[in-house]
């Protein structure tokens, strides 16, 4: 158990709908980083959020959001999902944004599966 | 913008030989690296990281890893691989004014007894 949470493990969808995915960082984490796996693309790095503000955002879509609350949990929101949107979806944290970087906590993951 | 290339895609050995596996970025400052390894249907968990001073990184499991600025190079080593290696290995670069991580797209490592 590395400390960062994922929930739920696997989703399955169908397209057109909406999901949830739901990260609570490691204790004493601040920042939160969601990356999106998939076989063709790799790890793309969607967006980070530091204490509640969104620090900084990579190859997110307009369809895909996210936010942290003042619990330090982030959800990652996707909607009008496509077949294209099913990967895994990891969820990362990390102590202090802009100090001595000691490499991010990843969770498990939540594999969505679109059909 | 940083990139990272991991030229290797698929990998396979049988134990006890050796590894080397390639990575390149591209970034003109100060940069952070890493080598995460992710095992069969698991998390992505930290091997080895280079922040500053000596080159040559040790990290778990008997990896290490060669900082050649000269090089934009940050390949992992293993003298001798076990069965227990095969996963996913991914390098990433995190520039020094950033803390976003940058990964490639990983090779597969095959040990085979």
């Known amino acids: 158990d590395s400390g960062v949470t994922q929930t739920p493990k696997h989703l399955i969808t169908a397209t057109g709908q909406r999901v949830t995915l739901r990260c609570s960082p490691r204790?004493?984490?601040?920042?939160v980083y969601w990356y999106q796996q998939s076989l063709d693309q790799g790890l793309q790095f969607l967006i980070q959020y530091y204490n509640g503000e969104e620090r900084a955002k990579g190859n997110i879509l307009e369809r895909f959001s996210a936010q942290q609350f003042p619990d330090l949990h982030s959800e990652l929101n996707l909607s009008s999902l496509e077949l294209g949107d099913s990967a895994l979806y990891f969820c990362?944290?990390?102590?202090?944004?802009?100090?001595?970087?000691?490499?991010?906590?990843f969770g498990s993951g939540t594999r969505l599966t679109v059909v | 913008a940083q990139s990272v290339s991991q030229h290797n895609h698929h990998v396979i050995l049988s134990e006890a030989a050796s590894l080397e596996l390639g990575c390149n970025y591209s970034?003109?400052?100060?940069?952070?690296l890493f080598w995460y390894v992710q095992y069969p249907g698991q998390h992505l968990q930290l091997l080895l990281k280079?922040?500053?001073?000596?080159?040559l990184v040790k990290g778990i499991k008997g990896f290490e890893a060669e900082f050649i600025k000269s090089k934009f190079s940050f390949n992992l080593r293993k003298p001798s691989v076990q069965w227990s290696d095969t996963a996913e290995y991914f390098c990433a670069v995190m520039s020094g004014d950033t803390d976003k991580l940058i990964f490639g797209t990983g090779t597969r490592l095959q040990v085979f007894p």
């Open positions: 204790s004493g984490d601040l920042s």
């Open positions: 280079y922040f500053s001073g000596d080159p």
């Open positions: 990362a944290s990390s102590a202090q944004w802009g100090r001595p970087p000691y490499g991010y906590t």
């Open positions: 970034y003109g400052g100060t940069v952070n």
